[in-house]
């Protein structure tokens, strides 16, 4: 078990393990430095998406809040990779949208993911995703109504053992990011859990155990009829 006296052998820094041959490392650290990047997933947090889809080699990935794609080129890259599946990356802002395009060309990844200018409230999001998804990454609005509704849309559209990976869940950090006031994603999910808890199971990745205060959630679509 760690303790505080473990902090400091321990550090609080995180190992890229996407840092691969697929991946420019100039252009990852042109992303890392850009003016807009803050607000960008933890390296902590791309790892989990990296790994997770090297090992279960999804087809259909979804990232809602893609921003100017630093998860987006971490998740295409391992798509890539496995030269094997797509992620729809949306981001609904026109300025993050146009560096989320740049980027994603920029690292030769057009063929495995696509950018979408478009909110996932929008009902043209079920043109492209014509199949159940495998994947979600769930890193947008970070307000209690807004997340829910993305939670809801996210339990629609995951196939069987699916899964959903959700960014700034942290307490007490995630009910400072709601502009509500009403617990933000964190609450929203475990709002949602709790009425769905027969076919969703979740686990929070909490501080200081994961090493980021805003935390992660991975959450697991289950038939447990069979």
Known sequence: MLTPNDYLARGWEVVPCFLVNDLDKDLFMQIENHPESPGKSSWGTRNILYSFILSMRPKL??????HIGSASI??????KSNKFGTLYALEPQEHYFKLL???IHQANLDDYVKSLKIFSTDPSL???LVEPVDFIFLDANHSYSSALAD???????LSENGILFLDDVGYP??????????????????DFISVNS??????????PFWLNPCGMAIVCRQNYSK
């Open 101 to 103: 395009c740049h980027f």
């Open 198 to 207: 027969d076919c969703f199971k979740c686990i929070f990745l909490e501080h």
């Open 126 to 128: 079920r043109n492209y």
């Open 173 to 190: 950090e995630s009910s400072e990011m709601c502009s509500e006031g009403k617990g933000g994603v964190r609450q929203a999910l475990k």
């Open 151 to 157: 939670i809801r849309l996210s339990a629609e559209l």
């Open 74 to 79: 971490i998740m295409g890259t391992a798509l």
């Open 61 to 66: 990935i979804l990232e809602i809040g893609a």
